[in-house]
């Protein structure tokens, strides 16, 4: 009994490791033949036998399949590490590149009262050619398409105040401010390179002694510091109408005009805290100067944070960006909209400052500025990603000054589009 009970054991034992082995061996041979025996591959080498068209096709197919799957892969795009679709970014890029306002867009106002200032006759060959700036504001013909892509088409340059010939506050802002003018141009420097690359366009600073500032060459972004005029708030101005006034020189005090620069673009003009500005197009819309302007007693920390706003909106970038609020592109500056009013928002009987104490009036009476309520976490101190992705958007070539939103969505949508590559 016991020996016939071995027997068995020994033969289930060997049945196993027959088995086994049979399962390797046919395993391998599987899989052996998986590798020598490439079905597609075999059924290429058959058909290109027969029909050296029809392969052609075949792999036109295979072409068109991996195409598909990268295309798919495409429609996510990785910016500073973040994942976003592709549709996302062109719908936030048609908010922050298209501006709802254009100045002064009713070319039936009556332009002969602006006239009527000290310099009563049109522009003069010899007033442009002792302010060439002039004809680029002054205008009420030859406006710019409304509601179109504005974007820099020549050398970038910049520079601090009105070009030469024009008020300056910076007697006036070194006085109270001492070191301002040099904190601007350090920080406008600081952010050149960052320009360069992202539009592949020259950028310089020009000095505010420079020769060029009295021809055609001059600073063509106006970074403006600024202690008193108009004021609403800490960040914002409103443009003076001189009808009626008697006016002043308009290549003297210039920021008094501002009202009658003919097709101006606003920044974020329903905002009561980013930094105020707006860019001035050509006919064909492409740019020919942006004006920023900033007042130094909002602190250093927070007069850099909107030099680099105005900067990277004086690129063409007027609006504020729905899907990063806190970027430089976004309403970063929330903190003190409580405390500033806007009469486009609050009305005019709310002026919030008429004009400020280098006026006469009584500093004490000045509603002091609140530095507690400036959040330094979110200050801009460059482009973020998403800054830059947006600014590379913009100067994609395939996307042209003069384009309205559809057209500019038909580009971004199309396949054979290079502006995400």
């Known amino acids: 009994m016991t020996a016939r009970v071995i027997l068995y054991t020994a033969i289930l034992l060997i049945c196993l490791i027959l088995g086994s082995f049979f399962h390797y061996v046919w395993s391998e041979r599987e899989d052996l033949f998986k590798k020598e025996f490439d079905p597609q591959r075999v059924i290429e080498e058959e058909i290109l ?32 590490g973040e994942n976003l679709p592709r549709s996302v970014l062109i719908a936030d890029f048609l908010n922050v590149a298209f501006s709802s306002k254009l100045w002064n867009e009713d070319t039936g106002q009556d332009y002969e009262m602006f006239l009527r200032t000290k310099e009563t006759q049109p522009l003069s060959s010899i007033l442009e050619k002792r302010y060439p700036w002039l004809r680029l504001l002054y205008r009420n013909d030859n406006l710019p398409k409304p509601y179109a892509l504005t974007k820099w088409d020549q050398k970038i340059t910049i520079g601090l105040d009105w070009p030469m010939g024009a008020f300056s506050h910076g007697r006036a802002v070194e006085e109270k401010f001492p070191g301002t003018y040099k904190m601007f141009e350090k920080q406008i420097k600081d952010i050149i390179p960052d320009i360069q690359r992202l539009t592949g366009l020259d950028v310089e600073f020009i000095a505010k002694n420079d020769p060029r500032e009295k021809t055609e060459e001059f600073a063509r972004i106006r970074v403006i510091p600024i202690i008193r005029t108009h004021l609403r708030n800490y960040f914002r101005f409103h443009r003076e109408n001189m009808y009626g006034r008697g006016g002043a020189s308009y290549s003297w005090h210039i920021d008094e005009h501002e009202y009658h620069f003919w097709g101006a673009v606003q920044f974020t003009p329903l905002s009561r805290t980013q930094v105020y500005g707006y860019l001035v197009p050509q006919e064909n819309n492409t740019l020919s100067m942006s004006v920023c302007r900033i007042i130094p007693a909002v602190g250093e920390k927070l007069a850099k944070a909107l030099i680099t706003e105005c900067l990277l909106r004086s690129l063409g970038l007027p609006e504020l960006s729905k899907q990063k609020p806190k970027d430089t592109l976004g309403e970063w500056n929330l903190s003190h909209t409580p405390d500033s009013l806007l009469p486009a928002l609050d009305g005019n009987e709310k002026a ?3 004009r400020g104490p280098f006026y006469g009036i009584d500093e004490r009476t000045v509603h002091p500025f609140r530095s507690e309520l400036t959040d330094e976490d979110v200050l801009p101190k460059g482009f973020s990603a998403y800054d830059q992705a947006m600014v590379s958007l913009l100067y994609c070539p395939e996307l042209r000054s003069g384009m309205d939103k559809h057209q500019v969505l038909a580009v971004l949508l199309s396949d054979r589009s290079r502006c995400f590559r």
């Open 49 to 80: 036998k027969n029909d050296p068209v029809a392969i052609k096709e075949w792999r036109k197919m295979q072409r068109e399949d991996a195409a598909l799957k990268q295309k798919q892969k495409d429609f996510i795009l990785s910016i500073g």
């Open 352 to 354: 919030f400052l008429a």
